[in-house]
């Protein structure tokens, strides 16, 4: 799990190869007048997810992770007060890992919280364990998926 804001994005372009379009796309200065949707940067490689949505409180929420995809989530507005647990750590299972949505989620609760600002980003691999969209208002966000292995 990495958290840093935009400005560092640069920081991590070499971490993965889908990273460096990854971290273009979080740059452009008119992403906040993106509308609601999912928009393709490298096909099914690497795409952008944007959101505004009301947060949900800690009870509601349940952890999860991705074993296809990388997520980088950034911040436009709001307060992300997202959780995290290392995947080899949970032991509750809410059920078994759907491969069509690439996701698992956990009734564990998370050993952080992770207070993401506006113009901050987390990035969370496939063995971090996460519960994003905590927050008492509207979240304004934007995710990319970034395959974990790249064709």
Same mark, same amino acid.
């Given at each position: ?5 935009? +400005?560092?994005?640069?920081?991590? &372009? ?6 460096? @379009? !990854? ?8 992403? =906040? +007048?993106?509308?609601?949707? +999912? ?14 949505? !009301? $947060?949900?409180? =800690?009870?509601? !929420? ?10 980088? &989530?950034?911040?436009?507005? $709001?307060?992300?007060?997202? $959780?995290?647990?290392? =995947?080899?750590?949970? @032991? ?11 996701? &698992?989620?956990?009734?564990? #609760? ?6 993401? *600002? ?7 691999? /496939?063995?971090?364990?996460?519960? /994003?969209?905590?927050? !008492?208002? &509207?979240? *304004? #966000? %934007? %995710?990319? =998926?970034?395959?974990?292995? /790249?064709?």
């Amino acid at each position: 799990m990495i958290l840093d804001v935009l +400005e560092n994005a640069h920081c991590y &372009q070499d971490l993965h190869k889908g990273f460096s @379009k !990854a971290m273009v796309f979080l740059s452009h200065p008119d992403l =906040k +007048e993106l509308p609601v949707g +999912e928009y393709a940067i490298d096909g099914d490689r690497v795409y952008a997810m944007v959101s505004k949505e !009301a $947060g949900r409180n =800690k009870e509601e !929420a349940l952890l999860e992770t991705h074993e296809q995809y990388i997520d980088i &989530q950034l911040i436009l507005a $709001g307060t992300d007060e997202m $959780g995290w647990k290392a =995947k080899s750590l949970c @032991k509750q299972p809410a059920g078994e890992y759907d491969q069509n949505d690439d996701i &698992q989620f956990f009734e564990d #609760k998370p050993d952080a919280w992770i207070a993401t *600002h506006p113009g901050s980003f987390v990035i969370f691999f /496939p063995d971090d364990a996460h519960m /994003p969209l905590i927050s !008492a208002g &509207q979240l *304004h #966000k %934007v %995710v990319v =998926k970034v395959a974990v292995q /790249p064709s």
